[in-house]
């Protein structure tokens, strides 16, 4: 059994940075697809950024040039560096990961393991 788990959300002013941190537990795989999404209230869970074994990085349109993911192989932790933070970026951010290659679209579907979550609120 895999387990995922989230730290470094918080709150921000407009124009800050945060940097969040998923550790993942349990077996070593070859092929990992691992990504970031993000829900607010009343709408569905949508994607923020995506690695994989096979190809490099995705990102949303929404934060192309402002967040970075990247993943320490060895320490088995993924990242998620957000600069120049928005007010509309404010969400629950979830950290999720499986075992396999990505799809060509990875939506949340695809992944068996998620994390508890972690709140970023970003104030103007």
């Known amino acids: 059994e895999e387990h995922v788990v989230e730290s470094g959300g918080g709150s921000v002013q407009a124009g800050g940075s945060l940097r969040l941190s998923c550790t993942v537990s349990?077996?070593?795989?070859?092929?990992?697809?691992m990504g970031w999404f993000r829900q607010t209230p009343g709408k569905e869970r949508e994607g923020v950024a995506i690695i994989g074994s096979v190809y490099s990085t995705r990102y949303a349109d929404s934060v192309k040039g402002r967040f970075t993911i990247s993943l320490d192989n060895a320490k088995s932790i993924l990242y998620l560096q957000m600069d120049k933070l928005q007010p509309e970026d404010t969400a629950m951010y979830y950290c999720?990961?499986?075992?396999?290659?990505?799809?060509?679209?990875?939506?949340?579907?695809?992944?068996?393991?998620w994390g508890q979550g972690t709140q970023v609120t970003v104030s103007s």
């Open positions: 349990g077996s070593t795989y070859r092929n990992y697809c």
């Open positions: 999720a990961a499986d075992f396999s290659v990505c799809p060509f679209i990875a939506t949340p579907a695809h992944f068996p393991y």
